[in-house]
C-alpha cells in the first residue's frame, strides 16, 4: 500500500509539474507573440501545451525505463504461459528489488507445488492402474483355464473360488476408492456420539477370531474401560484395517498385541504385531494412497486392498487426531492412534 501511495503521489507531481512549465512558457512568450490574447485562449494554449509536456515527459521516461525490467516482463509471461500449458519446469533465477522478489518467488514457488501435484497425480494412476490390472489379469486368466473340458470338478471349484475371491478384491478397491473420495470431501459428515471404545475394539477382535486362529498369534490385549465420542462407524474402519493388516503380515505363531489407555486428555490406541515390518525409508509414506512399503508385504496374504491406510489417515484427521507408525524390518510393526479432547474415563 505505501508503493502504491508513492507512485500516486509521483504522478501527481508530475502532473503538476507539466501544467506549471505549460503556464509559465504561455505567460512569458505570448504577451509579445499575441499581445491581443483572450484569458480563454491562453487557457486554452496552456491546457494543451501541458498536455503535450506531459506525454513528451512519460515518452521520455519510457525510453529511460531500465531494458532489465522489460526483460523481466518477457521472463514472467512466458514462465506463466508454460505453467499455463502444463510445463512445471519453471524456475527463474532472477535478483530484483523486494516486490519484483517477491512476485519471482511467488511464480517459482507456484510451479513447484504444481510440479508436485503433478507427479503425485502420475504415480496415483500409475498405482491405481496396477492395483485393478492384478485382480483383472487373475480373473481373466482363470477365466480362460476353465474353458478347458479336461479340468476335475475340484480344479474347477478351486479356480471358481480364486475369480471370486478377486473379484470382492477388486470390488474393496472400488469401494475404498469411493470412501476415499467422499472422505477428502469439504463437507463430509462425521457423526458422533457417545459409545464405549473398548467394547468397539473387543468385536472387531472377536470377528478376526478365524483370521488369528489360522495364524496361531498370541494375543496380549489390554483395554482400559473408556467412553468416547466420535463417529463410531469411521472408527470401525480405523480399527478393522488396522488390526487385520496387523494380523496378516504377521509371521505364523506370533504375537498381536492390542492396548488402549488413557493419558491426560487422550486416548490412545496401540496395535503391535511381530510381522516382516517396514524400512524406515518407506514408513513416512506408507498413509499415501496405493503406496506399496515393500513388495513382498502386499503379496502376503493375497496382496493389499488399495487406499486403506490412506482411508486410516483421513478418518483419524477428521477427527482431530494423529497416527504413528513404528517398525523394524523382520521384528514387527506398531501403529500408536491418539485421539484428543473427546474422551472421558468410564469407572468400573
Known sequence: MPFRLLGILAFLVLLAGCWSAAYGITTALYPQIWPGASDFSLALIHSFLGFFIFLGVMFLVSRLFPKRHLDLFRMLIDALRRIAKGDFSV????????????????????????SEMEKLRQEFISNVSHEIQSPLTSISGFARALQ????????????LEIIEAESARLSKISDNLLKLTSLEGKHHPVERKAYSLDQQLRRIILACEPQWLEKDLDLDIALEKVEIVADEEMLSQVWNNLISNSIKFSSQGGRLGIQMHRQEQDVIVRITDTGIGIAK????????????????????????????????????????????????????????????????????
Open 91 to 114: 524456475n527463474l533465477d532472477v535478483k530484483m528489488d523486494r516486490h519484483w522478489g517477491e512476485l519471482v518467488d511467488g511464480i517459482n514457488h507456484m510451479a513447484e507445488q504444481l
Open 148 to 159: 478347458n473340458d479336461n479340468l476335475t470338478r475340484e480344479e474347477q471349484l478351486h479356480y
Open 281 to 348: 525409508e518407506d514408513q513416512e509414506r506408507i498413509f499415501e494412497r496405493f503406496y506399496k512399503a515393500d513388495k513382498s508385504r502386499t503379496r502376503t496374504g493375497g496382496g493389499g486392498s488399495g487406499p486403506g491406510l490412506s482411508i486410516v489417515k483421513k478418518i483419524i484427521d477428521l477427527h482431530h487426531g494423529t497416527i504413528a507408525v513404528s517398525s523394524e524390518l523382520g521384528k514387527g510393526t506398531t501403529f500408536t492412534v491418539t485421539l484428543p479432547e473427546m474422551a472421558k474415563r468410564v469407572e468400573p
